[in-house]
Nanobody, 115 residues
Framework: QVQLVESGGGLVQPGGSLRLSCAAS????????MYWVRQAPGKGLEWVSS????????DYADSVKGRFTISRDNAKNTLWLQMNNLKSEDTAVYYC????????RGQGTQVTVSS
């Protein structure tokens, strides 16, 4: 059974930074595209970013492009999301996922951007 465990969320002021981590296990991490998605209060799931199995190809939602960076270490089965210049509209629960629709995702980590 796929296991994904996110960490690194918290409360940060606008303009601040956070680095989210996702520890993956029970599947061959290095073979799969991986994703970050988020869910803001009262809203549906929103795709944030994707990364190819080898890490050489990445993609971002327009809302985070230039501010967020996705990366991975296949030797450590770990996925990261570096988030800079955070805005209040980035407030959400962030999930790492094994598929873009996030049908296989972790429990999430809360990110709150507020002064």
């Amino acid at each position: 059974q796929v296991q994904l465990v996110e960490s690194g969320g918290g409360l940060v002021q606008p303009g601040g930074s956070l680095r989210l981590s996702c520890a993956a296990s029970r599947f061959t991490f290095s073979r799969y595209w991986m994703y970050w998605v988020r869910q803001a209060p009262g809203k549906g799931l929103e795709w944030v970013s994707s990364i190819s199995p080898g890490g050489g190809s990445t993609d971002y939602a327009d809302s985070v492009k230039g501010r967020f960076t996705i990366s991975r270490d296949n030797a450590k089965n770990t996925l990261w999301l570096q988030m800079n210049n955070l805005k209040s509209e980035d407030t959400a629960v962030y999930y790492c996922a094994k598929d873009r629709a996030a049908t296989l995702r972790g429990q999430g980590t809360q990110v709150t951007v507020s002064s």
